[in-house]
């Protein structure tokens, strides 16, 4: 299993990032997919979870109208679009497989700030 993330940089408050997700080494449309997230001294956290076909999504409170996650089966590929950033979204963001999860990313650094 490999999951490898990209996207994230440094982007000024109210902007936007889309970050991606390229998997490989396992059957990618049989899985639920999510990112996760972790800031400096907190707990990692959910924001986005997806189904396997794409129907369905779940998120977390706090980004719900400004992030949307999606997904393209054919390119084994997990996608994040971000809008209205804001500071407290500052976090390295984690690709991962399964429901419950059973593999990571490495994660991506996603800094909002002016």
């Known amino acids: 299993v490999q999951l490898v993330e990209s996207g994230g940089g440094l982007v000024q408050p109210g902007g936007s990032l889309r970050l991606s997700c390229a998997a490989s080494?396992?059957?990618?449309?049989?899985?639920?997919m999510s990112w996760h997230r972790q800031a400096p001294g907190k707990e990692r956290e959910l924001v986005a979870r997806i189904t396997n076909s794409g129907a369905n999504m779940v998120y977390a409170n706090s980004v719900k109208g400004r992030f949307t996650i999606s997904r393209d089966n054919a390119k084994n590929t997990l996608y994040l679009q971000m809008n209205n950033l804001k500071p407290e979204d500052t976090a390295v963001y984690y690709c991962a497989k399964g429901s419950p999860t059973q593999d990571w990313g490495p994660g991506t650094q996603v800094t909002v700030s002016s």
């Open positions: 080494g396992f059957t990618f449309s049989s899985y639920y």
